[in-house]
């Protein structure tokens, strides 16, 4: 009996451990994960340089609110606006919070133009 909620019809088969692209299961069959992008995990699997830089952050702290300054975030985002054609980064947890700045961003944007009215957003 499993104490998972029963919202998934769950394949019948687990992995051990994961290595760049594969998966291995506990007798050592190995699968290619095409399914990595829906846990977010695009980076593929005990990746020796991820894995080096896990620990090394590890060690020091896990989750720093944006309440703080963060200046491991501002390094990032110097080096994505230099990279990019954005003048600045906002960090998100969440598709909900990546929303709800794109219709902040909207809002200041209308109100640049002078539009500060402009209040209505179509999804």
Not at 37 to 55: D, E, F, T, W
Not at 64 to 85: H, Q, R, W
Request: aromatic content about 14%.
């Amino acid at each position: 009996m499993t104490f998972l909620a029963n919202n998934y019809n769950r394949k019948q088969i687990s992995f051990k451990k994961g290595i760049g692209s594969y998966l291995i299961t506990k007798n050592g069959k190995k699968y290619l994960d095409f399914c990595s992008g829906i846990a977010v995990n695009s980076l593929g699997h005990a990746n020796p340089r991820l894995v080096k830089a896990l620990y090394k952050q590890a060690k020091k702290v896990w989750h720093v609110s944006n309440a703080f300054t963060i200046p491991e975030g501002e390094m990032l985002a110097k080096k994505l606006a230099k990279k990019t054609f954005a003048d600045s980064v906002i960090f998100q947890n969440s598709g909900t919070e990546a929303t709800e700045v794109a219709i902040k961003v909207a809002r200041r944007y209308f109100y640049s133009i002078g539009k500060p009215k402009k209040i209505e957003y179509f999804v």
